[in-house]
């Protein structure tokens, strides 16, 4: 199975709050998993990615949180700005797939 | 990460007619990758485009639709032909660095009318 299922498809938070999405996944070969955010008018830039090897990733306000046995990982955005109002999605492939499986995306708005 | 450029950036089509959309990088690649994103929607691979070879197209999507072109190692071209509104959709270029994940270009956003 290819899929990768997200939530929530959106998402409203306080300014200064934690945003938390949720993706799982079925294909045990994946063993990449990166987020990208998405601002209306542009491309998807990837934002933070994790390999398997560890449980927890994190960049500045965002944690990337991986939990093997359960098929799962999670975007976490500590003091959550305006500024990150934005599409989420989380995306998954394997060495020699070569190919990105895309969840359904998150719409993120972090009211002022 | 490298720097992807797309043409045009946005289009408005009549039926029927075709547009090409180019991608262009900054450094050499061995794969450039194209994807649509429907309005609203996430992002669904339509091809891969290897430099010297035909492109291998995913499930739904066909060359008669879709025509690539890949002529060298930093550019590459997506057509969509025959257009109807059902093509009206982001079309993303992307490639793959090693060690630096996957890269965007900011998307063709095609209307058909």
């Known amino acids: 199975q290819q899929q990768v299922k997200q939530s929530p498809q959106s998402l409203i938070v306080q300014k200064g709050g934690i945003s938390i999405i949720n993706c799982a996944y079925e294909?045990?070969?994946?063993?990449?998993f990166p987020w990208y955010q998405q601002f209306p008018g542009k491309g998807p830039a990837l934002l933070i990615a994790?390999?398997?090897?560890?449980s927890e990733k994190k960049e500045g306000r965002f944690t990337i949180s991986f939990n093997k046995s359960a098929k799962q990982f999670s975007l976490h955005i500590m003091d959550s700005q305006p500024g990150d109002s934005a599409t989420y999605f989380c995306a998954a492939s394997y060495t020699g797939f070569q190919k990105l499986v895309f969840g359904t995306g998150t719409r993120l708005l972090v009211s002022p | 990460s490298a720097v992807i450029s797309q043409k045009p950036s946005r289009d408005i089509c009549q039926r029927g007619t075709s547009l090409t959309i180019q991608c262009q990088v900054d450094s050499q690649v061995t794969m450039m990758f194209w994807y649509r994103q429907q309005p609203g929607q996430s992002l669904t691979l339509i091809a891969t485009?290897?430099?010297?070879?035909?492109?291998?197209?995913e499930s739904g999507f066909v060359i008669d639709k879709f025509p690539i072109s890949r002529p060298n190692l930093t550019f590459s071209t997506l057509t969509v032909s025959n257009m109807s509104p059902e093509d009206s959709s982001i079309y993303l270029c992307?490639?793959?660095?090693?060690?630096?994940?996957?890269?965007f270009g900011s998307g063709t956003r095609l209307t058909v009318v």
């Open positions: 294909n045990t070969a994946f063993d990449y």
């Open positions: 994790i390999r398997p090897d560890v």
């Open positions: 992307s490639v793959e660095r090693q060690g630096k994940g996957y890269t």
């Open positions: 485009a290897n430099q010297g070879s035909e492109a291998t197209y």
